[in-house]
């Protein structure tokens, strides 16, 4: 007698196309970044530095044309990164947390950073964010800087060491807490454009201190009104708490910290007697600013290249930016070596 077999049961069918489905994922792989058309980005947000004040060349629109003043500069650092095929530069000069924030932002020509970066991160497959933020906060550098020089020109008026000194602790733990919202907005906006937090490096930059109290000359003369011993503590005291302060907000949000106080050290203005050496650009007055900007440039921003990194200081942050994205370190610092900037793992206190 022969047997018809029997067709297999629906739970037998069932069964088998599941491990089909299975066998081709573990044959083929997940989707990965691989597969994504987009060109990749590395997108910086931020105020005038991440912008590139100071480095001139700056984008049409960018120049003081119908009040804005953002100065994202061609030198700007995310543009010497080499970290993706697009480099974009979101940073305003002037800008403020709420500016990177989402929400109507404070004084930004432009809205919400972090609004515009969820279109960039829609449009391109963005790997790297970079934040650097919080000088135009409660640590109010600018401010901080003009009381250093008063005291410099009018003897009545005391060090800004010791008028601002002691509104230090204040000052950068409400900075701390502003940057804070407005790094996890920027996460918030990367969400929204559909990435999971292990999709792209999100790193928090501070500052590199300006000034220096190993100047040449007269600084007062040659474009740095201030004294030595006032510049001493920005450079050992000022940017340092900053930088602390910032280091406790990468922790508290997940991104990565990247020290820069040291990054201009040995260039910082007025420290050399070529200040085409410098990576600081010592007081500087940009009568361009007018040309674009008309009678708005007049007072702070035919001024507002002062104390900023210069091309050559940019292209060096660049390099060390790079270097540490592509790292695996948490943290870390640049710091000058052979006349350049190298990551070193151990954030290092700048030296009296």
Request: hydrophobic letters at 40%; a neutral charge.
């Amino acid at each position: 007698m022969t047997r018809t077999p029997r067709r297999p049961g629906p739970a037998v069918t069932v069964a088998a196309l599941a491990a089909c489905a299975l066998l081709g994922a573990a044959l083929l792989g997940a989707p990965s970044a691989a597969a994504d058309p987009r060109p990749t980005a590395v997108v910086v947000l931020g105020d005038s530095v991440a912008s590139g004040e100071g480095a001139g060349d700056y984008e049409e629109g960018t120049r003081g044309e119908g009040g804005n003043w953002c100065h994202r500069s061609a030198h700007a650092y995310v543009h010497r990164t080499g970290l993706a095929e697009r480099s974009v530069n979101l940073a305003c000069s002037g800008a403020d947390s709420a500016d990177v924030a989402f929400g109507p932002g404070t004084d930004s020509a432009e809205g919400s950073q972090a609004e515009r970066l969820v279109e960039v991160a829609t449009r391109y497959r963005v790997t790297t964010v970079l934040v650097q933020l919080g000088s135009n906060d409660d640590a109010a550098l600018v401010a901080t800087a003009i009381a250093c020089i008063r005291a410099f020109l009018d003897v009545t008026t005391p060090p800004c060491r010791q008028s601002v000194g002691p509104l230090l602790d204040e000052r950068m733990a409400a900075t701390a807490v502003k940057v804070q919202g407005a790094v996890q907005d920027v996460r918030r906006a990367m969400e929204r454009a559909g990435y999971r937090p292990d999709r792209y490096q999100l790193v928090l930059s501070s500052y590199a201190a300006a000034s220096t109290e190993h100047m040449v000359g007269v600084p007062g003369l040659i474009g740095c009104p201030y004294s030595r011993a006032d510049a001493g503590w920005g450079r050992t005291t000022l940017f340092p708490r900053l930088s602390a302060a910032l280091a406790g907000v990468a922790e508290r949000t997940g991104a990565r910290f990247l020290d820069m106080t040291r990054a201009t050290e040995g260039r910082e203005a007025c420290s050399r007697p070529d200040p085409a050496q410098e990576w600081q650009r010592r007081l500087t007055v940009d009568p361009h600013a007018f040309a674009y900007g008309g009678l708005d440039a007049a007072a702070y921003h035919v001024a507002a290249e002062s104390f900023h990194p210069s091309a050559a200081g940019q292209a060096a942050f660049g390099g060390c930016v790079g270097e540490f994205v592509r790292s695996s370190l948490a943290s870390a610092a640049c710091v000058p070596v052979d006349g350049g900037l190298q990551v070193q793992r151990t954030v290092q206190t700048p030296a009296a």
